[in-house]
């Protein structure tokens, strides 16, 4: 059973009310994903607001989460609330759809660690289901928000299964949103990729790419990359 919160550095994620919990898929993101520019921030899906609190701890940006599941929103709401950084973030809860028909503004970033498990078998539990089948969350539809929402300068950053990255980047392409920095994450020495950490930009340049292994050999043991990368958060 997952702890009911999670301590960090700077913030604490309370957690039992959300189907999805912190997961290493979502402080990987937050960890690598390029703050320095930013003003305007949005987080899409929520969760527990853990991505929106790292962004937070790393720069002044206003940071907007939105999150379809009702007791996620107000569980991220009230860890937002407890956290230093309650001037900074604001959740919201409503759909992506709903989200962009309502606001027409331009954001620096925009993140994502999405649901992945598109028509698999699902679980009885459906808040469950909603955080992590994308039956509600298209990859067409996080490429459209990037219309929408992106300003000209902007980022996308999202962790995708290694499995999916290539046609979703492909897809990208073709709408004239390119993919500039990718991260291909090794859960451990001498496995296959899982999952792949992605940027996109409006203008088309060379492709940094690299790798990242979080554990070695042993279990439990992780490499000093990952270590650096998420200094600032793990005790």
Not at 60 to 89: G, K, M, R, W
Request: charged share 20%.
């Amino acid at each position: 059973m997952s702890n009911s919160y999670f301590r960090f550095k700077q913030f604490v994620i309370q957690q039992d009310k959300c189907a999805m919990k912190v997961g290493t898929d979502g402080v990987l993101l937050g960890a690598w994903a390029e703050v320095t520019t930013a003003q305007r921030i949005v987080d899409i899906g929520a969760g527990t607001g853990l991505i929106a609190l790292m962004l937070a701890q790393r720069c002044n940006a206003a940071i907007t989460a939105i999150e379809i599941d009702e007791q996620a929103a107000l569980q991220a709401a009230a860890n937002v609330a407890a956290s230093p950084f309650s001037h900074q973030v604001f959740v919201i809860h409503t759909s992506l759809q709903d989200f962009m028909c309502a606001d027409h503004s331009n954001y620096d970033l925009i993140i994502t660690n999405p649901p992945y498990f598109h028509q698999s078998l699902k679980t009885p539990i459906a808040n469950r289901n909603l955080a992590r089948h994308s039956d509600s969350l298209l990859p067409d539809e996080l490429i459209e928000t990037c219309f929408c929402l992106l300003s000209p300068d902007g980022r996308f950053c999202v962790i995708l299964p290694t499995q999916t990255a290539t046609a979703f980047i492909k897809k990208a392409e073709i709408r004239g949103l390119y993919c500039t920095k990718k991260t291909e994450v090794f859960p451990r020495e001498g496995t296959p990729s899982k999952r792949i950490l992605l940027q996109f930009e409006w203008n088309e340049k060379p492709c940094e790419e690299n790798a990242l292994i979080i554990e070695t050999e042993n279990r439990h043991q992780y490499t000093d990359v990952f270590k650096k990368l998420t200094a600032e958060y793990y005790l």
